[in-house]
């Protein structure tokens, strides 16, 4: 069931979702907001799904939601597989991040 675009967590069962800030070296969004789509695509490849993503120009930081069929169990083992991988290794070939640092934590949907 949607609730003003989002999906409600009775709607989220048996699903595992990740949220992710990082912080941005200023001056460097640009670059990253244009990069995204590329590693979006991995991510895609190995069953994720990018709920959403926002650039926070203003203090410098790239926001992401990210989720996976399952429970952590599956994400994490989701994720060791993806983050292996010769396509992640690829999106990330010739690419220098700007981000200086990263918070991620597991989240529940409050709606």
């Known amino acids: 069931m949607l609730f003003c675009g989002m999906i409600l967590a009775s709607d989220r069962r048996n699903m595992t979702v990740q949220l992710r ?7 460097e969004m640009e670059r990253l907001v244009a990069w995204f789509p590329t ?18 120009e203003e203090n410098s930081e790239f926001v992401w939601i990210v989720s996976y069929p399952g429970d952590l169990d599956a994400f994490e083992t ?8 010769p396509e992640r290794a ?22």
């Not at 800030?21 to 001056?27: A, C, H, I, K, P």
Request: glycine share 6%.
């Open 21 to 27: 800030r990082y912080e941005v070296q200023e001056g």
């Open 39 to 56: 590693i979006a695509a991995v991510r895609d490849q190995y069953g994720f799904t990018i709920e959403a993503a926002y650039a926070d």
């Open 78 to 85: 989701a994720l060791a597989s993806y983050n292996e991988s």
């Open 90 to 111: 690829a999106a990330f070939d010739g690419f220098e991040s700007p981000v200086t640092q990263m918070h991620l934590s597991y989240v529940n949907s409050a709606l």
